[in-house]
């Protein structure tokens, strides 16, 4: 079945540890995101990409890190520049054609299970 | 950057009623999207409803409706025959021209039996 998978499901973190999210979809979709979701704050976006070696920074980029090299693919990186990183990470993946930039291929995002970091 | 604002931070309704959980957006674009997603305990994301901003007609998914007013910029959600099932955390998201989604900060829906 197509869909997207995260893991872990939940992860602990030593505080000045990096730890890695892993996000893996086949679903043949070109654009791939991760959102960090926060009691009463909604999702907010980390970091985007919409095609392969290529990514954009969301409205909450600073502590992270993202690569694409491959269009399954979009691991996050919480890096120990990120002071507060407890939270419920989301990673979603939509069709797109950036090439044509046409807002009828725009379709709704699908998202992973999500992985739940605490730092300890 | 485009903004989403769901006023209304927890709702409830009795088990059969009908309720209505409102979402607001600002942007300056003539196209984009319009989505609720739904959020069980899970915490699954599950896509609701979209509506394209060049239809007027508004979107219908079972007992799930929208009504869309692109000129106020308004998309509130309508859920009929309220189920035990419905219960969940309910997210209003718009999909701009530069293909991000916005989302809004989320409406807590109880359905009492």
């Known amino acids: 079945d197509g869909g997207i998978t995260q893991s872990p499901k939940y992860l602990f973190r030593k505080e000045g540890q990096n730890v890695t999210l892993s996000c893996e979809q086949n679903l043949n979709h070109d654009a791939m995101y991760w959102y960090r979701q926060d009691p009463g704050q909604g999702l907010r976006l980390i970091y985007y990409s919409q095609i392969v070696n290529d990514f954009q920074k969301g409205d909450i980029a600073e502590g992270y890190s993202v690569s694409r090299e491959k269009k399954e693919s979009f691991p996050l990186t919480v890096t120990s520049a990120q002071k507060n990183p407890t939270a419920f990470y989301l990673c979603?993946?939509?069709?797109?054609?950036?090439?044509?930039?046409?807002?009828?291929?725009?379709?709704?995002?699908?998202f992973g299970q999500g992985t739940r970091l605490t730092v300890v | 950057a485009q903004t989403v604002t769901q006023s209304q931070p927890e709702m409830s309704v009795q088990e059969a009623e009908t309720v209505t959980l409102s979402c607001t957006y600002d942007t300056s674009e003539s196209d984009y999207y319009l989505f609720w997603y739904k959020q069980p305990p899970s915490r699954q994301m599950i896509l609701v409803i979209r509506q394209e901003a060049y239809k007027q007609q508004n979107a219908t998914e079972n007992r799930f409706s929208v009504n869309f007013q692109k000129a106020a910029k308004s998309f509130s959600l309508k859920i009929s025959d309220s189920q035990l099932g419905d219960a969940a955390m309910y997210f209003c998201?718009?999909?701009?021209?530069?293909?991000?989604?916005?989302f809004g900060t989320g409406t807590s829906l109880t359905v009492i039996p």
């Open positions: 979603a993946s939509s069709i797109d054609d950036p090439t044509t930039g046409d807002i009828l291929y725009y379709t709704e995002a699908f």
């Open positions: 998201a718009y999909r701009s021209a530069s293909k991000e989604f916005y």
